[in-house]
């Protein structure tokens, strides 16, 4: 597959006297010298894997020693025949979703390729400095690492002497300041860091189950998918509670209903129906053929469709976005909730002290007398800051005379209208992202910060947040294929 080149759109980083980290000028410089890079922005050191010390009940970590692959192994690659979901494994850190979004990631060579260069090696203009790509709130950012690695709690590939993915983790660890901030999270969050693509999280446990035909059509549309376990499991049955989990495929056959689901961690598999010892793949040899199925212990397995909802707690979507064949125009808006102590005068007066941003849907982009436009919202710097997510959504209202309603809109406003649409309070996830039909016409987008009420507990209203948050609001117009 051909790899979109962003070398005229990656920014490069700056240390903390200002200098940019070029990759290709460092290792022209080292390999004139004979030297080998070593980073001072993220040094191999204890402090790089945890800031503030490490854990005691993380002691092994003060065993550790950094080594680069030419001491590990005789004949490092960084790739070894080509780039497969089978290439990474988890070790050590708690950073499943990681690793699980990297194995599918390297599904699609032409997404892995955007992340990951292939203009470099162990051989040629070999100088222990290699350089990542990553999407940050609406650019993307190259981050250069050299290749000193934890013989302990990195990820590691099948492969013994491949590296790409060991030193891509690190570069990730890097990009938000430790391997510790790598700990805890959801796939979807890696995966727009890697494509700058839409992410939605669906609860099983509201939502059930989504219809497997929805399910089949996101895998033929290349979507990003992968399911969480709850933290504590009533079923077992191979499978581990709190735990990522990437969907590397889909199909039909027979009737049946099929996921194909991976651990990242290489190992332990579902043991249930269609799992690796399962009968009928001996006995339905034609079904095995044409599912390519290979009873390995690999952490890969099949599973009916129909039984994920009694193990998984949650479905996650990223559809990468490429706005030149999907016909979309995408505007972008950074904002922040400014900090405010008078959130408990009103749900109305908090609205109109909330940034707000207004767009109009014209005539030409109607199909069947509506535009279609997809809204997402994305708050930043959460996980560089340890920080948990908020719950974000967004309201939309209608302005009718647009020209003669106040700028920003005002209290009497919002007395007098009703949201015409929006997310409402969403699950506390980095990004809340809604697709909508609307007539013609201007609408005024209010990104909000929800909280419980505490005087009518169980329901929810519209805040501002108690300290100044950043935030990317995105919104897509015209055809598109987004299913969630």
């Known amino acids: 597959m051909s790899t979109k080149d962003l070398s005229a759109e990656v920014s490069k980083i700056k240390d903390g006297d200002g200098k940019v980290q070029d990759f290709y000028q460092i290792r022209r410089e080292l390999c004139s010298k004979g030297k080998l890079f070593e980073d001072p922005q993220f040094p191999a050191v204890s402090a790089s894997l945890f800031p503030k010390g490490i854990p005691k009940e993380r002691f092994m970590f003060n065993y550790l020693k950094w080594v680069r692959p030419k001491e590990i192994t005789a004949e490092p690659k960084f790739f070894v025949d080509g780039v497969s979901r089978f290439d990474i494994e988890q070790q050590g850190l708690g950073n499943c979703w990681l690793i699980a979004a990297i194995s599918r990631l390297a599904m699609d060579p032409s997404l892995l390729f955007q992340v990951v260069p292939q203009d470099q090696n162990f051989n040629e203009n070999y100088a222990g400095i290699f350089h990542f790509r990553f999407w940050r709130y609406g650019k993307w950012v190259e981050v250069v690492v050299d290749d000193r690695l934890p013989c302990y709690g990195t990820a590691r590939s099948s492969e013994r002497t491949e590296f790409w993915s060991a030193l891509l983790v690190k570069a990730y660890a890097k990009f938000y300041g430790s391997w510790e901030a790598t700990e805890d999270g959801q796939s979807t969050e890696a995966w727009q860091d890697f494509t700058g693509g839409l992410t939605s999280i669906y609860d099983l446990d509201v939502a059930q189950s989504i219809p497997f035909e929805v399910l089949l059509e996101a895998w033929e549309k290349k979507l990003l998918m992968g399911c969480g376990t709850p933290k504590i499991m009533k079923k077992l049955d191979g499978l581990y509670g709190d735990h990522a989990y990437c969907i590397t495929e889909v199909r039909k056959y027979k009737g049946k209903n099929m996921v194909r689901l991976r651990n990242p961690w290489g190992m332990m598999e579902w043991q249930g129906q269609l799992g690796d010892a399962d009968p009928l793949w001996k006995t339905d040899s034609k079904m095995a053929e044409a599912l390519n199925f290979k009873p390995d212990a690999d952490g890969e397995f099949w599973m009916p469709y129909e039984l994920v909802s009694d193990y998984f707690t949650e479905l996650e979507f990223c559809e990468p976005l490429d706005t030149s064949t999907r016909k979309l125009e995408v505007t972008t808006f950074e904002g922040e909730w400014q900090y405010n102590t008078t959130v408990s005068k009103g749900h109305l007066r908090t609205l109109?002290?909330?940034?707000?941003?207004?767009?109009?849907?014209?005539?030409?982009?109607?199909?069947?007398?509506?535009?279609?436009?997809?809204?997402?919202?994305?708050?930043?710097?959460?996980?560089?800051?340890?920080?948990k997510n908020l719950k974000i959504g967004f309201e939309i209202y209608q302005l009718d005379n647009p020209e003669?309603?106040?700028n920003p809109l005002d209290i009497d406003f919002f007395k007098k209208n009703e949201p015409v649409s929006g997310s409402g309070a969403v699950g506390e996830q980095r990004e809340v992202q809604r697709k909508f039909e609307l007539v013609p016409g201007v609408y005024c987008v209010i990104p909000c910060v929800y909280r419980d009420s505490l005087s009518n507990k169980g329901s929810e209203f519209v805040a501002i947040s108690d300290k100044a948050e950043e935030f990317l609001l995105r919104v897509f117009f015209g055809n598109s294929n987004n299913l969630m």
């Open 352 to 387: 109109c002290q909330n940034a707000q941003y207004r767009i109009t849907l014209g005539n030409s982009e109607q199909v069947n007398g509506k535009c279609t436009i997809i809204v997402a919202l994305l708050q930043k710097n959460r996980r560089s800051k340890r920080l």
């Open 404 to 406: 003669k309603s106040p």
